[in-house]
């Protein structure tokens, strides 16, 4: 249970002096029950609460997909560049979701945002190898050497060798192939050093899935939705939490 001014004044409501008023004027309905208190105990995940007659919206945990564009970086906040939180409603940041780790400014693709401290810990920590899976474009033909290059752990400009991972071939021309990368880890620029270091360039990146999490293909650039419930199960269970 928890103070109805307080629930209010987090989803941006007023400050509880405001509420206070609001209450009052008895414009706040909590199960169909005018509620003049506005000191008064309530559980927000199980009553239904209006105020001016439209219901609250509320979550204990919120847990976004992002279709990220281009040009937007995964951050909370920046005093130049347009953030990933940029883009979502003040209804559903109102709960202070962050990206689930980063893909970088010109990245697009699936991004995971939550206020879920837990799930967001396991999912970044390289313990629990959630695969991520990206389509790339690379300046130059792909081969079998690159594909066996994956397969026995790249070693990165600053010497960190990483995991196996996996280079699926699309489509291959001189100048330009289309692939898909599966990696466990989520090292800065990741991918892009991978190539870097077999003397080819990603000139596009875009993340589909993580971990059993798959970019939704309604999702334009820009555009998120809600989890499902059994997405967020899948993702529990990804990371043993259930
Ligand atoms: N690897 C990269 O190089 N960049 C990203 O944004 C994600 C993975």
Known sequence: ???????????????????????????????????????????????????NGEKIFYRKNIYL????????????EDNYDKTVIDLIDAKYAAFNPFPVGR??????GL???????ELNHRLIAPKWHVDKVYYAKIDASVDEEDQKAFEKGITLDDGY????????????SDNLSEVKVTIH???FHQVKRMFES?????????????GPIKLDTNLEEGEYRELTEEEVNQLRVAVKLV
Not at 7 to 33: F, M, P, Q, T
Request: proline share 3%; with cysteine.
């Open 161 to 172: 060798k990483c995991m196996p991972g996996n280079l699926e071939i699309l489509s291959v």
């Open 111 to 117: 991004l995971l945002l939550t206020n879920d401290g």
């Open 65 to 76: 997909m992002l279709n990220k564009p281009d040009g937007v970086i995964s951050a909370t």
């Open 198 to 210: 077999l003397g080819k360039h990603v000139i596009y990146l875009k993340r589909e899935t993580f």
């Open 1 to 51: 249970m928890e103070r109805l001014d307080k629930v209010l004044a987090n989803l941006g409501y007023g400050s509880r002096k405001e509420i206070k008023v609001l209450a009052k004027k008895g414009v706040i309905v909590v199960d169909g029950v005018i509620q003049k208190d506005s000191a008064a105990q309530v559980n927000p995940e199980s009553s239904s609460i209006e105020v």
């Open 103 to 108: 893909l970088d400014k010109d990245t697009v």
């Open 185 to 187: 880890e989520g090292k």
